[in-house]
């Protein structure tokens, strides 16, 4: 796997991706995955007291959905939130099984990239 930084329009993206060929293992999904950029430790730390598993936005851009309540049960790469960038829609998942402890924007929010979109117990 390799990583990038790519800006578009202003925007930073820190994106990972797999590579075929010869000696690489086939990839699990053809989906991309895109790695958010780390948060601010003193930012984020108010809001993991919440519940222990972040749920970050993986690209910047506007809240356009919220597909989870708090309190409801999520298997690992359940939709939590949908983010409209670049004219998509980007769902938010979250990154292992849980319960939502708390949702941490509102539709029409507009999230940086990294920023803490939900918190999971």
């Known amino acids: 796997m ?3 930084t790519i800006t578009v329009n202003g925007n930073v993206y820190d994106v990972t991706v ?3 060929g010869a000696g690489a293992a086939p990839a ?5 995955v895109v ?7 003193p930012a984020a730390a108010p809001k993991a007291a919440a519940g222990g598993i ?9 809240v356009f959905k919220i597909e989870a309540n708090v309190g409801q049960s999520v298997q690992s790469g359940d939709p939590i939130v949908i983010i409209e960038a670049m004219k998509m829609e980007i ?8 319960t939502v402890a708390s ?6 929010d ?3 990239s990294g920023a803490v979109l939900a918190t999971l117990n």
């Open 103 to 108: 949702i941490d924007v509102a539709v029409g």
């Open 54 to 62: 972040e749920v970050k936005a993986g690209a910047a851009g506007k």
């Open 18 to 20: 797999e590579e075929k």
């Open 2 to 4: 390799k990583n990038y």
């Open 28 to 32: 699990a999904a053809a989906a991309p």
């Open 110 to 112: 507009a999230v940086e």
């Open 35 to 41: 790695a958010p950029k780390a948060a601010p430790a």
């Open 91 to 98: 769902p938010v998942v979250a990154p292992e099984a849980g």
